[in-house]
């Protein structure tokens, strides 16, 4: 494997690690410690704070005023829509049917990637996402009937499923930008457009937010990770995953979430490891094998979109 694709599956496993922790840690202070709206939000402009101090520290880039238009899609897309719609659905409804319905994201990365950099649709991807997506969902369903709670909602079900529609695209539409941009570039306007739509609308909610109000020592601990590693670190990352490996692969780091949770839990003692979770594990890494392995067409810097 040249070194280039193997760093970007190394960054796209730390993506799959950070977002597999944050996603009980989100769970846990919701809504108690701060609305749905009101962590989206904080996400978002601590991103914007952050990577635009950063930026003062990194090589200038001038973005033509013409290409402005693709960093405002592109924080619709892949801030303001996937993380509102993916927060507020975890909100309303289970881990357990978030883990599932992400395993989706491939397919739908397939296809816009199909339409928008015409790569090719070999039977070797489509089988890697079936594969990828069996062995996820094994995982999940095998959790969930070793559970006793287990909540469900149509609504927060299809603001997940929402989420993992755009993101896919997300991933397709961003990947000529990142050919042309550095990372920095790209999420400093990106997350500056979000916070312009988004604090008219959410900024009370943050004011009125618990762990603002009265913080607590592991409630703070739980924000700082999700702020700094499970938004600016893996929002800086992502760009440099697409640099390297397609926008189908690095969907499929989707199917990891449900196992890096599964193991998480446990290394402290709230799960036992089986076969089943063997199983689920090799089916995962074989299907994001296949993936790989299909064929890959060369994304061009000057692709229109």
């Not at 989706?104 to 890697?128: D, H, Q, R, T, Y």
């Not at 990770?225 to 640099?243: C, R, S």
């Not at 599964?262 to 490891?273: E, I, N, P, Q, T």
């Amino acid at each position: 494997m040249p070194k280039d694709r193997r760093t970007g599956h190394l960054v796209m496993f730390a993506v799959t690690l950070i977002f597999g922790i944050n996603i009980p840690l989100s769970k846990s202070l919701l809504p108690t410690w701060i609305s749905p709206e009101g962590l989206t939000l904080s996400r978002i402009i601590f991103g914007t704070v952050l990577f635009w101090i950063v930026s003062l520290f990194t090589t200038y880039e001038r973005v033509p005023l013409k290409e402005h238009h693709l960093f405002f899609v592109g924080a619709l897309c892949g801030v303001v829509f996937n993380q509102g719609l993916f927060i507020t659905g975890l909100n309303m409804t289970s881990a357990i049917d978030a883990s599932i319905i992400i395993t989706s994201g491939p397919l739908f990365a397939m296809i816009f990637a199909a339409i928008l950099l015409k790569e090719p649709i070999s039977f070797l991807k489509v089988s890697g996402i079936f594969v990828g997506a069996s062995g996820a969902i094994l995982l999940v369903y095998s959790g969930h009937h070793a559970s006793v709670s287990h909540t469900s909602n149509l609504t927060g079900n299809l603001m997940i499923f929402g989420s993992a529609f755009i993101y896919a695209f997300y991933l397709v539409f961003s990947k000529p930008l990142t050919l042309r941009y550095s990372p920095i570039t790209m999420m400093k306007w990106m997350f500056l457009y979000a916070t312009i739509l988004l604090t008219p609308f959410y900024y009370k909610q943050i004011l009125s937010a618990p762990v603002y109000l009265h913080p607590e020592k592991i409630v703070v601990l739980q924000m700082i990770y999700t702020l700094v590693f499970a938004t600016f670190l893996t929002y800086l990352l992502i760009p440099m995953a697409q640099q390297r490996i397609r926008p189908t692969t690095i969907s499929m780091y989707n199917n990891f979430q449900p196992l890096v949770a599964s193991l998480v839990a446990v290394s402290v003692g709230m799960d036992h490891f089986s076969a089943i979770k063997l199983l689920s594990a090799v089916l995962i890494f074989c299907g994001v094998y296949l993936v790989t392995r299909s064929k890959a067409k060369p994304v061009e810097e000057d692709v229109k979109l």
